[in-house]
């Protein structure tokens, strides 16, 4: 009956039925507790904390306050911080109802149903302000709209309404489609709608120059070409590599930073192609096949990037050249069913690990299909490049080829220029503007992050291990409670997580790891749809060990926020402006975070797709270790790429662990040193302090260590017991050296209970001596040669050895010694 008293709504978890019990799981409230820390408030005089449900569903716990003095006033944002400090989140009120004083039954005590139901004015909220002027009442109309929330008061915040970076972009593409511009790093600092509204105007648009090729033209000259800087030989021997010349080239310029460095590898690599990347389908016809294909060519028609070639050979700079028209490759094969599974023959045959295709040959798309006789059907593998598209693109160019196949091609918007993007990422913040960011960043960085000591970043994705895991529903709404109430996104509680799980598998509390920016951000108008390679990886740095947990977060959200003002920034130009010298990577681990919807097939889409399946698809990296986050709106999902020694499943438990001792410590202990949180999961804990310590076993109670030994010795005479470098000594030559030894300390006076000192190097003579000590009857005093000298001779006169064993290497140590000293 009081289950709602300890559990308010959104702290009950569901973990189902076993006959007719309920299992649910919460959180305990000690309502006393929360008066007790409300107490401490000094203004305060007398604190009473009750659960309230005056709307039925609607549970909160409301403080009642009285003041010692009425006449000063209490700031009520002050009383939630002053509870953050020392509570759990789950346990700081929703409301803070100021009384002159409390209600009381006619026996004196408190009459809890007499405390007033809290009105607007004394929740915890930023308090509702209608927006003013123009500009935010427009803001607050694609607010509502976008985020699906009844009201947007001026003070209201962006992420704590259920925004993220990808409402973030479609937020920015509707402002300029509303006549409003922003810098994106401005929703991010102050994602207020009141200091958005004040800083539009402040974006650093790039007015991009419009492409001067007229469709019919035979000759193309230097002058039509805004984005590049081109000789007109150069030029000429350009339009030469298309089919067609001049006629069918629609543009040229040169490439995007990202795709730079996707070309170097393609390059690079002497055998396959780590960016090019492959899905499998399956169709139950011909017909649905040619449906499919004559869909992907009308996507290829509508955008420019897919027409694109990359051209490199004999010029001074890669330039991408735009083709009027470019018909999309297909290859029939006629596969062997005695060799195997089809789509295991095709998976195999365009293995990118020893395939790779043309990139100078648009469009950078191909398509192989075989008839799998075993299973009625046709298969096919679509092969596209990563210098074309990224992983939202692909999103596009399913949703266009869906509109095509229910034929609503004709609805779809027009489609937007990549070379929109080229220009913005050329045209907008200068190389001095990045150099001076990243060397501010990393200038004192000169040793690499490596996690596991993988170093290896040119590896193209050999002998990887993937494995996925699902963050727990709790932990879900936990991380997002608190990513709310810190005003940031739950992508810098995740990058705080990851950091601390590099920081413990590399030694090092500085680390660096590359992000995945999605590149869209300042992109330009129809960013949010438009096909490209967008993406880049960045470093971020992010410093651990004394810095709180809370500061710690609020750190990271402030150098992402500063990374979108880069995110066209090349990754060469950012590791050049570290301490680490080239050829070492100035990272080797990486972290994609990313949205992605979830739920059923709309009819829409199940009617278009029928007959198509999709078998799979892959995610590769060049990285020895990559996490993706795939943020699904109401959970999580940890996927793991890691070299195949480390172990994916051990990676994604480390990570888990990490999320869960972040959001405790940001509920518990905000102001914990980071460094002290454990990344460890349980399993693993109890590995390491109980499993691998359970030592104990039985032995012979009367026998001594020597003696046992000499046991040992009866048994194996020959076997090696004692292995230095390229010395070996058996079981019987080490009895019979110790034996030599100890008859020579007896004759010393040496007897039980002596204490004996030895001062040797690591080796063969300090297991004799150690061994020889033992069957004299002594005990043995150990000084490391490596110690003071002053701190050797203390030793020396506390423990009064009856003598002391050396070697030619540790005599000059012991000069001044008081007992004998033996060479062995």
């Given amino acids: 009956g009081d289950l709602g008293r300890y559990l308010p709504d959104g702290n009950i978890e569901y973990l189902g039925r076993n006959d007719d019990q309920v299992k649910i799981r919460g959180f305990r409230i000690e309502l006393g507790e929360i008066e007790a820390k409300l107490a401490r408030h000094e203004a305060l005089k007398e ?13 909160r716990l409301v403080a009642y306050f009285t003041q010692h003095s009425p006449d000063e006033a209490v700031d009520i944002e002050t009383l939630r911080t002053h509870l953050q400090t020392q509570l759990p989140a789950y346990m700081v009120p929703a409301a803070y109802v100021r009384l002159d004083a409390l209600p009381l039954t006619p026996n004196g005590k408190l009459d809890r149903k007499a405390l007033p139901a809290p009105d607007l004015d004394a929740l915890i909220t930023r308090g509702y302000e209608a927006p003013q002027g123009e500009v935010e009442t427009t803001l607050a109309r694609l607010w509502q709209d976008l985020l699906k929330v009844e009201r947007v008061g001026r003070h209201d915040h962006f992420f704590e309404l259920g925004g993220h970076s990808l409402l973030a972009v479609s937020l920015i593409e509707r402002m300029r489609q509303a006549g409003l511009s922003a810098d994106v790093r401005v929703l991010f600092s102050q994602p207020t709608l009141a200091a958005l509204a004040a800083a539009v105007g402040s974006g650093k648009e790039v007015s991009v120059p419009a492409n001067l090729i007229a469709p019919d033209c035979e000759h193309i000259t230097p002058e039509l070409l805004p984005l590049a800087n081109l000789s007109q030989a150069t030029l000429d021997r350009l339009v030469a590599t298309v089919p067609g010349g001049a006629r069918n080239v629609q543009d040229i310029y040169p490439l995007a930073p990202l795709q730079e460095g996707i070309l170097y590898h393609h390059l690079a690599t002497e055998q396959g192609d780590p960016y090019l990347l492959q899905s499998q389908f399956a169709f139950d016809s011909q017909e649905r ?12 028609d509508r955008h420019d990037i897919l027409r694109t070639s990359i051209v490199w050979d004999g010029f001074d700079e890669p330039m991408q050249v735009v083709w009027r028209e470019a018909r999309l490759h297909l290859e029939v094969l ?28 648009a469009p950078l798309m191909r398509l192989a299909y075989a008839r799998d006789e075993a299973n009625d059907r046709l298969v096919a593998t679509l092969l596209f490049h990563h210098i074309a598209l990224d992983h939202t693109a692909m999103d596009v160019v399913q949703h266009e080829m869906q509109a095509h196949l229910l034929g609503e091609a004709g609805q779809l918007a027009e489609a937007v220029p990549y070379r929109n993007y080229v220009a913005q990422a050329r045209l907008g913040v200068s190389c001095e503007e990045h150099e001076a960011f990243f060397h501010d960043m990393l200038g004192d960085i000169d040793e690499p992050t490596l996690p596991f000591n993988l170093q290896d970043v040119q590896s193209g994705g050999r002998d990887i291990e993937e494995t996925s895991q699902s963050v727990d529903a709790g932990l879900d709404q936990r991380l997002r409670a608190q990513a709310r109430q810190l005003g940031v996104s739950a992508a810098s509680l995740v990058h705080l997580a990851w950091a601390q799980v590099l920081a413990k598998v590399s030694g090092k509390q500085e680390v660096v790891f590359g992000t995945v920016l999605m590149g869209r951000m300042q992109a330009g108008e129809g960013a949010d749809r438009a096909l490209g ?44 402006c570290s301490g680490v010298a080239a050829p070492l990577p100035l990272f080797s681990a990486l972290l994609n975070y990313r949205h992605r919807a979830t739920g059923e097939a709309s009819a829409q889409a199940l009617q278009a797709w029928c007959g198509i399946h999709v078998l799979d698809g892959e995610d590769r990296t060049n990285y020895p270790l990559t996490l993706n986050v795939d943020d699904l709106g109401s959970g999580f999902n940890l996927t793991v790429l890691v070299a195949q020694q480390i172990g994916a499943q051990r990676v994604c438990a480390y990570m888990h662990a990490a999320l869960q001792t972040l959001v405790q410590a940001l509920e518990q202990t905000p102001q914990a040193a980071l460094y002290r949180l454990s990344i460890l999961p349980d399993a693993e804990r109890e590995q390491l302090l109980v499993t691998f310590n359970a030592t104990e076993a039985d032995y012979p109670q009367q026998q001594t260590t020597h003696g046992l030994f000499e046991e040992q010795v009866q048994r194996t005479p020959d076997a090696v017991a004692v292995i230095r470098g390229g010395q070996r000594l058996s079981y019987g030559g080490l009895n019979e050296r110790a034996n030599r030894l100890a008859h020579y300390l007896r004759k010393q006076g040496v007897e039980p209970d002596s204490r004996v000192a030895i001062c040797v190097e690591r080796g063969i003579d300090m297991v004799v001596g150690l061994l020889a000590i033992l069957k004299a009857g002594g005990g ?13 001779a203390y030793m020396l006169e506390d423990s009064a050895p009856a003598a002391v064993l050396a070697q030619a290497a540790t005599v000059g140590l012991l000069a001044d010694a008081s007992m004998p000293v033996i060479n062995l």
């Avoid at 040619?290 to 009308?298: E, K, N, S, W």
């Avoid at 069913?337 to 990118?352: E, I, S, W």
């Avoid at 004394?546 to 990374?563: E, I, P």
């Fill in 289 to 300: 096949l040619d449906g499919f294909v004559q869909a992907l060519q009308v996507v290829i």
């Fill in 47 to 59: 604190t009473v904390v009750v659960a309230r449900e005056d709307i039925p569903g609607d549970k």
């Fill in 334 to 361: 006629d596969l062997d069913p005695a060799a195997g599974d089809t789509v295991g023959q095709l998976r195999q045959r365009f293995d990118p690990r020893h395939h790779r295709i043309d990139v100078a040959q």
């Fill in 780 to 792: 043995y005093v150990p000084l490391d040669p490596a110690y003071p000298l002053d701190r050797i």
């Fill in 533 to 576: 390679m967008f993406i880049n990886t960045l470093p971020l740095r992010v410093s651990l060990g004394d810095q709180g947990v809370k500061a710690g977060v609020k750190a990271v959200h402030g150098q992402l926020t500063a990374l979108l003002g880069h995110e066209h920034a090349s990754l060469a130009l950012a590791q050049r």
